[in-house]
């Protein structure tokens, strides 16, 4: 091989690294969204459930019905009510009124749950979107490796002729020709197992929207793209009003609320009926009314107050908790953020050109006969081994960076870009 073949490996090297291009139409990650938005079944459940419990509030200011009472009185019996001469008759409406409060305090009960409805579903949409991007990256990602594999397969392919041509020569043993054969064998069957798993991971993001057979063809996203790193300061501050923050604090007031309600439970209700009442004998009308009191001599409420207090106890306690647990996990994933961001930078400034650099020189001093095959297929797996390494650091920092998104409450996402990602 002459020099003038290393332009063509380090051109391989950085389309590689750069993902590529092509002018076909691809499937964009805001595309993508769109379809989950629409298709998802989770996105309707939280819709239904907020539905309802609007409904629940609407219900929790009813007042209790009032109740029509018919009676009949002083017949069937012995003597002059053997019959039903002596019958009297009652007609009347009660009703039954709450004291205390009751109805506005199902109406704060019923409107933490609306809160609570509401901020669950945001964070079942966040979470979504999010599942959404990761599955985007992996796609991305495998359409990575499989443009590496593809310029794997070829160079192996060329290293193979190179290796037949100095064998013709005799400048190479025969060995070395089937050493040659293997590797170009090995590096076919990575480039249709790479595309097998891309393919895989096609579907697993197809599946979001229920396009189990991947109808599409490609993504686009800038998989390059680096993620800048928050200040700790700055990420510890938005925390405070996070999705997860913000639905603790929905289930706080309602557990709230719901100590305002048990407390409303002591107050007695009264009953009261008016009505007309017939006597049957001297034929005559008369009007009644009563008065129903309950005696709470079983149940004062006091239980439902205990454990209504209990309870908001409880969901006090569980939001400082979730508190801590949301810290520590927004400093893993900035810790993951930060870490691979470094690898990536790393690798572009100097592993990889250097890599490139010593496996075209490697190609044109074997093809002068000053570098034996074993060395060149050493520098070969090394070069690719970088370059997965690349892939998958830039798969670990959008991960972090999709999950550090999830939990400051920013909608998680893949950066666009104008070249379209090609297998």
Do not use: C
Request: negative net charge; glycine residues 8%; proline residues 3%.
């Amino acid at each position: 091989m002459t020099t003038r073949r290393i332009p063509l490996l380090l051109m391989l090297a950085v389309w590689s690294v750069a993902g590529g291009g092509g002018a076909e139409e691809v499937l964009t990650f805001d595309e993508a969204w769109h379809l989950v938005r629409d298709r998802h079944p989770a996105l309707t459940a939280a819709a239904a459930d907020l539905e309802a419990r609007e409904a629940d509030l609407d219900q929790a200011g009813r007042l209790p019905n009032p109740e029509l009472e018919f009676e009949i009185e002083n017949f069937a019996g012995s003597g002059e009510f053997g019959g039903f001469e002596a019958t009297d008759m009652t007609l009347a409406l009660s009703q039954t009124w709450e004291r205390g409060g009751k109805a506005a305090g199902r109406q704060a009960v019923a409107a933490g749950e609306i809160a609570v409805s509401r901020a669950a579903g945001g964070m079942a949409r966040q979470e979504l979107r999010a599942d959404l991007a990761r599955a985007f990256i992996q796609v991305l990602a495998s359409q990575r490796r499989v443009d590496l594999a593809d310029s794997l397969a070829h160079l192996a392919e060329e290293d193979r002729i190179a290796v037949d041509r100095r064998v013709a020569a005799g400048a190479e043993s025969r060995i070395s020709a089937q050493r040659a054969r293997l590797e170009a064998a090995g590096a076919r069957r990575g480039r249709d197992r790479t595309r097998q798993e891309w393919q895989a991971a096609r579907e697993r993001l197809g599946a979001l929207w229920g396009d189990d057979l991947a109808g599409f063809a490609r993504v686009a996203g800038d998989f390059d793209a680096i993620v800048p790193v928050p200040d700790w300061p700055e990420l510890l501050a938005g925390l405070e009003s996070s999705p997860s923050a913000r639905l603790r604090a929905a289930e706080t007031e309602r557990a709230r609320a719901a100590t305002g309600l048990a407390r409303s439970l002591g107050a007695v209700d009264l009953t009261t009926s008016a009505g007309v009442r017939h006597f049957r004998g001297p034929g005559d009308n008369a009007f009644m009314i009563s008065v129903g009191v309950p005696l709470a001599v079983r149940d004062n409420g006091s239980d439902a107050r205990r454990a209504a207090a209990a309870d908001l106890a409880r969901s006090e306690a569980e939001s400082r908790a979730s508190l801590v647990d949301l810290k520590a996990a927004a400093n893993e994933a900035r810790t993951r953020l930060a870490t691979s961001q470094a690898d990536v930078l790393a690798m572009r400034r100097n592993l990889l050109p250097a890599a490139a650099t010593a496996l075209a020189e490697a190609r044109s001093a074997y093809a002068r006969g000053a570098y034996s095959l074993t060395d060149l297929l050493s520098l070969h797996r090394t070069w690719t081994e970088w370059q997965l390494a690349h892939v998958d650091a830039l798969t670990r920092h959008h991960l972090a960076a999709i999950d550090l998104a999830v939990l400051l409450g920013e909608p998680a996402g893949v950066p666009a870009r104008t070249t379209e990602e090609t297998p």
